[in-house]
């Protein structure tokens, strides 16, 4: 089954009665890769007043974790993971970084603020579904892979590799669900049986990354 994470490290800012508030989005596969991406923030922001953070990693997003690291409890942790929570996020950390400005907003408006920041962190990363897939390794003449390239997008797949030599090396990312249809489909464009290298099988061995539009 396909999930929803973010291709790369985003950040989004703004200022609310003077408090600087800067929210971080990243990947992260289980919760090492949070804690280290928590750890990357904090070594930038060491002046700063508060980091703040929330994380739902692992399979299913079975491991949640979140801090108001010395907000008022809930003001903090808990909106930004309902911020992933309501994006249908999942192996993603979300780090709110706060520079207090002198005004104080109230538990209200630090729940308001901090939402705002998660929110515009998720606005501001390029969104992709993960699927499970198969690696398959293909070697093709060079005449073959001009006619094969064109069709690959119509059948899910996503070249990976391609290298020249004194013939035509692809590596593919296949869907879980067409790697079944795949070698009668490559028979059919090539006018002949091909028998491709699968090199890997199970989810967490290979998946596909498609980008979302913005």
């Known amino acids: ?16 009665k003077r408090s600087r508030f800067i929210g971080y ?10 804690q280290a991406f928590l750890q990357e ?17 692992g399979e299913g ?14 003001t903090a942790g808990r909106p930004i993971l309902e911020v992933i929570r309501g994006a249908g996020l999942e192996r993603v950390v979300i780090v709110v970084t706060r520079y207090f400005g002198g005004v104080l907003l109230g538990t209200g408006g630090l729940v308001r603020a901090y939402t705002q920041a998660a929110q515009q962190a998720v606005a501001a990363a390029q969104l992709v579904t993960l699927e499970p ?8 003449a060079y005449a073959d892979w001009p006619r094969l390239e064109p069709l690959l997008p119509a059948w899910g797949c996503q070249v990976e590799d391609v290298r020249y030599t004194d013939k035509v090396d692809v590596r593919l990312l296949v869907p879980l669900a067409e790697a079944a249809a795949l070698p009668q489909r490559l028979a059919d464009a090539l006018g002949r049986p091909v028998q491709p290298v699968w090199l890997a099988e199970l989810a967490e061995q290979a998946q596909l990354a498609r980008p979302l539009p913005k």
């Open 1 to 16: 089954m396909a999930l929803l994470t973010v291709a790369a490290p985003a950040r989004a800012e703004f200022t609310e």
């Open 25 to 34: 989005i990243s990947p992260a596969a289980d919760e090492a890769a949070a």
């Open 41 to 57: 923030i904090r070594s930038r922001h060491r002046d700063a007043t508060h980091n703040c953070y929330a994380w739902q990693t």
């Open 61 to 74: 997003g079975e491991c949640q974790r979140s801090s108001d690291d010395g907000e008022p409890s809930g």
């Open 133 to 140: 897939a198969r690696l398959l390794a293909l070697s093709l």
